[in-house]
C-alpha cells in the first residue's frame, strides 16, 4: 500500500509539472525555467527587501579568516526568518568569489522516488533573476551514474535547492549551478551520487554546497544534544560515521545523506581541514523551545600556509607570548626541577618581560619517553606567569599524586611542556567547545575536572567524548555534563615545549 502511495504522489506531481511548465521558445534552454514557489512565504517576494534582508544577516556575521581556499559548504533550508542568520555564515566566505559552478545537493521533501534527479535544464527564478543550469556538467553527472536521472515531480515544490539560491545571487552575482535532489539518502546511493560529482568536476572551480536542516521538533535540550552528533561528524569529516548514526536513530538531519555526500566529495578532493561556523535552532529565533528545528553552517577548504604556534602544535591558540618569553619560561621549569633534584634550594628569578609578569593561569606538563609522567596547574590567574610555571613544574615532578616522585636519573629523559590559560568562560551551549582549541572545566557539586585541550587531540576524541572524560576525570558519571546543575567552563592555551 506504502509503494502504491508513492506511485500516486510522483505520478500526480508528474502531471502538475507538466501543467505548470512554461511554454517552449524554439530551440531556447532558458525558456526551461522552474518558477519559484516558496517567493513570498519562505523568504520576500520583493527583490529590494530580499536584497536588503539578506544583506542585513551577512552584516551581522563577523569575519571568519580561512586560511585557504573554499571547496564546499553546509546550510540550512527553513524560512529567511528562521535559518538566514545561520545560512549567512557560510555565504560571508565566498562573497565575491568566482566559481566555473556550482552545485546544490538538498533533499526531497514533497516526492517519493528512487535514486537522485538532476535538473538540467534552463534555470531556476527567484526574485533576484534567472540562475541558469550547467546544462553540460548537469548531463555529465547523470551519465555516470544509472541511479541519477531527472524526475521533474522531484523539482516541482522542493524547497531545499531554491532557498540557496537568493543567497548565491547576492554573494557571486552571475553564475551557473547543477539542482540535485536526493530521492534516497542511504549510503549507497551517497557514495554513487559523491563518486559521479567528483568524476565530473574536473579540473573546474566549483563550489558545493550541501543544503541540511538538522533535528526536528524535539526540546530545546534534547535537540541540542542529537544536533551535536551530527556537528561531530561534520568536524571530523566523518561520512561513514554519520550515515550510521543517522539509521540508528541516534541523530537526526532531514538532509544527512546531503552532508554525507558534501564531505565525501570533499575528501576526494583531498580536502581535509572543516570549520563549524554557526549552529543555532528555532528556539533561538523565535524562543518557543517546545519544539525547535536545529540548523547550522559549515566549511570545509583547502591549502593556506601554516600558522605559528597553533599549527606548530596542532592545538590551542596563539597569546602573543614571543619565542624568547616561551624559552625563558621552559628554562625556569626546568631549572626549578634540576635545583631541587640537586639538594639546593628553590632559585630565584628576574624577568624583564612585562608579559611575564603579568597574572595568568598555567599548566605544566612533564612527559618522559613519550609518556605522562606528571601534570600540574592552577586555573586562576592570581600569580605573575613566570611564578606560576615555577611553582606548577614543582608539583608536576614532585607532587602528583598518581605518580611517584622524579628521580635525578629520569632528567636527561625528561621533555617540559607549558601551557598557558586564557580566563575561564562559562558555557550553556556544548557547541561553543570547539576541540582542538578548548579545554574543558566540570564542576558539579564537590566534583571538579579539567582536562587540556591537547589531550583530546592526542586521543583524537569528538566533542562528547571529550565532556564524558572530563566527567571521568572529576569522578562523575560519564553523562553528568547534561545534568542541570553540572556547570561547564571552557578555555584555551598557547601550548609550547622543548621539543619545538
Known amino acids: 500500500m506504502k509503494e502504491s502511495v508513492k506511485v500516486i504522489s510522483v505520478v500526480v506531481l508528474t502531471v502538475l509539472f507538466i501543467l505548470s511548465w512554461p511554454e517552449r521558445g524554439e530551440g531556447a534552454d532558458m525558456n526551461d525555467i522552474r518558477k519559484s514557489v516558496i517567493a513570498g512565504s519562505w523568504y520576500s517576494g ?139 539518502q542511504d549510503g549507497q546511493t551517497c557514495k554513487e551520487l559523491a563518486e559521479a560529482i567528483f568524476q565530473s568536476m574536473a579540473d573546474k572551480k566549483i563550489l558545493i554546497i550541501g543544503s541540511s536542516d538538522l533535528s526536528h521538533f524535539h526540546a530545546y535540550e534534547k535537540a541540542v544534544k542529537l544536533d551535536s552528533i551530527v556537528l561531530d561528524h561534520i568536524k571530523g569529516m566523518d561520512a561513514e560515521g554519520l550515515l550510521k548514526d543517522l539509521e540508528r536513530g541516534a541523530c537526526e538531519a532531514c538532509g544527512g545523506g546531503v552532508i554525507a555526500v558534501t564531505m565525501i566529495v570533499a575528501k576526494k578532493l583531498g580536502v581535509h581541514r572543516v570549520k563549524l561556523l554557526k549552529y543555532a535552532n528555532s528556539g533561538d529565533v523565535t524562543g518557543d523551545k517546545s519544539g525547535v528545528v536545529g540548523y547550522a553552517s559549515a566549511v570545509f577548504y583547502d591549502g593556506g600556509s601554516a600558522g605559528s604556534v597553533k599549527e606548530k602544535s596542532g592545538v590551542g591558540v596563539n597569546m602573543g607570548l614571543t619565542e624568547t618569553e ?142 564524558r572524560e572530563t566527567c571521568h576525570k572529576a569522578g562523575l558519571s560519564s553523562n553528568a555534563w547534561a545534568d542541570e546543575d553540572t556547570r561547564i567552563y571552557i578555555f584555551s592555551a598557547d601550548i609550547f615545549s622543548e621539543d619545538e
Open 46 to 184: 520583493n527583490p529590494k527587501i530580499l536584497s536588503s534582508d539578506i544583506d542585513g544577516f551577512l552584516k551581522n556575521v563577523p569575519t571568519e579568516l580561512i586560511d585557504g581556499k573554499v571547496v564546499a559548504l553546509i546550510s540550512p533550508h527553513a524560512g529567511y526568518m528562521y535559518s538566514g542568520q545561520v545560512a549567512a555564515y557560510s555565504y560571508k566566505l565566498v562573497e565575491g568569489e568566482t566559481f566555473d559552478a556550482v552545485i546544490v545537493i538538498g533533499p526531497s521533501h514533497r516526492a517519493y522516488f528512487n535514486g537522485v534527479s538532476i535538473y538540467n535544464k534552463g534555470g531556476y527564478k527567484t526574485p533576484l533573476g534567472i540562475v541558469p543550469v550547467d546544462i553540460e556538467l548537469a548531463n555529465e553527472i547523470i551519465a555516470r551514474s544509472p541511479i541519477i536521472s531527472f524526475v521533474p515531480a522531484a523539482h516541482l515544490q522542493e524547497h531545499s535547492v531554491e532557498i540557496q539560491l537568493p543567497f548565491l545571487q547576492r554573494v557571486l552575482g552571475n553564475f551557473s549551478f547543477v539542482p540535485i535532489v536526493m530521492g534516497n
Open 326 to 467: 616561551k624559552d625563558e619560561l621552559l628554562k625556569i621549569a626546568r631549572n626549578v626541577i634540576e635545583c631541587r633534584l640537586a639538594g639546593k634550594g628553590s632559585p630565584q628569578f628576574e624577568v624583564e618581560s612585562t608579559t611575564l609578569k603579568e597574572k595568568r593561569g598555567s599548566f605544566v606538563t612533564l612527559q618522559k619517553h613519550g609518556q605522562l609522567r606528571g601534570c600540574i596547574g592552577y586555573i586562576d590567574a592570581k600569580k605573575p606567569l613566570y611564578v606560576t610555571v615555577s611553582e606548577m613544574a614543582m608539583s608536576a615532578a614532585f607532587n602528583d599524586p598518581r605518580f611517584s616522585p622524579l628521580g635525578r636519573e629520569e632528567l636527561k629523559d625528561l621533555s617540559i611542556e607549558i601551557s598557558v590559560l586564557t580566563p575561564l568562560k562559562e558555557i550553556k551551549d556544548i557547541n561553543e567547545i570547539e576541540v582542538g582549541v578548548h579545554g574543558i572545566y566540570i564542576v558539579k557539586d564537590f566534583h571538579s575536572g579539567l582536562l587540556l585541550p591537547q589531550v583530546a587531540t592526542q586521543y583524537k576524541w569528538d566533542r562528547l567524548t571529550f565532556l
